[in-house]
């Protein structure tokens, strides 16, 4: 926890951005009949009953420092997938970068065994030589920033029923641009101080 924290502390850096990543797994549910569209002093009206049309999974890269956000819809979550996401960030998003600071839950895909998986080892060792990975520790995924932005992403673009992994594309690529135009972040306030006053019952007890 202290060292997630820690890393929230450090200045602005654009040879070493810091990177907040996490991902969303979401179902996506379509209609069995046509909704009523919505008319003077009347809401539109949607039959209870649905289809389950699967399900789709979305990577968010979150930089607080310059409210900037990087969403990205596939098909699954897997190791692979994981990996091709850190991929873009090293190769499209930050190239000059020297060192990507990424900040990730503890899930066993978040690891850079994940990107000896899916790439040959000269590849996998570039990549994983251009990030410094700190993980939040186990139940403590609130640490993450990139899950506040996810949360704002499920009440904001994905309060509806999404039908399928297009269209579940296009509102994701809007509420990205759009949360990025707003110039929104994230005011991180908790502390490594803070957390040794509110949560010192997790500290060991050390007595002389």
Known sequence: MEDVLDVYERPADPLRPMVCVDELHTQLIGETRVPIAAKAGQVERFDY??????????????????????TKVTERRTRVDFAEWVRDLANVHYPTA?????????LNTHSIASLYEAFEPEEARRLARKLEIHSTPKHGSWLNMAE??????????????????ATLDTQVTAWTTQRNASGKTVT???????ARIKLRRLYPSIHD
């Open 188 to 194: 991180w306030r908790f502390t490594t101080a803070d």
């Open 98 to 106: 020297e060192a990507i600071v990424l900040i990730l839950d503890n």
């Open 49 to 70: 009953e649905y289809v389950r049309n699967g399900t789709a999974n979305v990577f968010i890269a979150f930089e607080p420092l310059s409210a900037h956000r990087l």
């Open 148 to 165: 506040i932005e996810l949360s704002a992403l499920s009440r904001q673009g994905l309060d509806r029923r999404i039908e399928d992994q």
